[in-house]
Structure formats: structure tokens, C-alpha cells
């Protein structure tokens, strides 16, 4: 008998994992080609710690992290805590994922994190908090008041 590769298993993640990655940070950010490379930069620092991160219960929820993180700190370089994004007719935006996706790149960053993963990928606030390192009370607060703030800037009613 063969001992198992320590890599084995991670091209499976890798398959499984890019893409969820991708869109949770296309609907933060939107810069397509900046998501791409920061997806994979935190896969590759997966694979790197591939021995440590498959034993975790939720492997995909610390790729997210790493991932987030490599986000805020390119958007802090760059100054885009929003980007500049046109937001269509109102009509439109309900109808519109695009819309929703300008929708959210106008919220606050924590905000939008919150509100994307629980709605966007059906993260529980539990999951969230583990993800952004916060307690699930501050999770609940930027759920409640991203909420808010995407009706607001949606054009529906505030209440």
C-alpha cells in the first residue's frame, strides 16, 4: 500500500472551491480580473497549508476569509472602497443581478460581506461570523442594516 500524496484532494477542492470564491468577490467587488487572481492567490495559500486547512470543518469558509482579506488590502491600495459603477432605471434593478452586484459595491465593505455571503451563497450567521472573525451579533447588525441600505438604494421603502 501507497501512502497518500499530502496534495491529494486539493485539485478536487480547488475545482470545487474556485468558483464559489470567484462570485462571492465579483458580488464585493466587480473587477472581474482582480477577482480572478485574488481567488486563486488564496487558493494557492491553501494549498500551501493544505496539510493544516483540509482537517478544518469548513475548509471552503477559511479560503473566503483569505480571501476577503486579500480584497480589503488591494482596495485599500487602490482606494476603491467603492467602486464607480453606473446603477440602472429602478425598474430594472429588480430584474437586474447586475444591478443588485452595483446594488452591493455601494454598501460598506462589511456590509456587503455580510449581506452576500448569507443571501448571495446561503452562509448562516454563524458561518459569517467565523468567516469575517466577528461575533454574530455584528453579523446580524450589517445583515440588518445592509438590508436597509440595498432597499434604500434599490428604491424601496425604507421601513
Not at 472602497?81 to 446594488?103: K, R
Not at 456587503?112 to 443571501?119: F, G, P, S, W, Y
Not at 455584528?138 to 424601496?156: C, D, K, P, S, Y
Request: glycine fraction near 6%; charged fraction near 25%.
Amino acid at each position: 500500500m501507497s501512502t497518500p500524496e499530502p496534495d491529494q484532494g486539493f485539485a478536487e477542492f480547488f475545482r470545487r472551491c474556485l468558483p464559489v470564491v470567484t462570485r462571492t468577490l465579483t458580488a464585493l467587488n466587480g473587477d472581474t480580473r482582480v477577482v480572478e487572481d485574488m481567488a486563486q492567490d488564496a487558493l494557492v495559500i491553501a494549498q500551501h497549508r493544505w496539510h493544516d486547512v483540509h482537517a478544518y470543518d469548513k475548509p471552503e469558509a477559511w479560503v473566503l476569509k483569505v480571501a476577503i482579506r486579500l480584497m480589503r488590502r488591494w482596495q485599500q491600495r487602490h482606494e476603491l472602497e467603492t467602486p464607480l459603477v453606473e446603477v440602472p432605471d429602478v425598474v430594472q434593478q429588480v430584474h437586474d443581478v447586475e444591478a443588485l452586484h452595483s446594488a452591493l459595491r455601494e454598501l460598506s465593505p462589511r456590509h456587503r460581506e455580510a449581506v452576500a455571503l448569507h443571501h448571495l451563497l446561503g452562509y448562516s450567521v454563524s458561518e459569517i461570523a467565523e468567516v469575517l472573525v466577528v461575533g454574530e451579533s455584528t453579523v446580524r447588525t450589517h445583515l440588518t442594516r445592509g438590508r436597509a441600505e440595498l432597499r434604500r438604494i434599490l428604491g424601496g421603502s425604507d421601513g
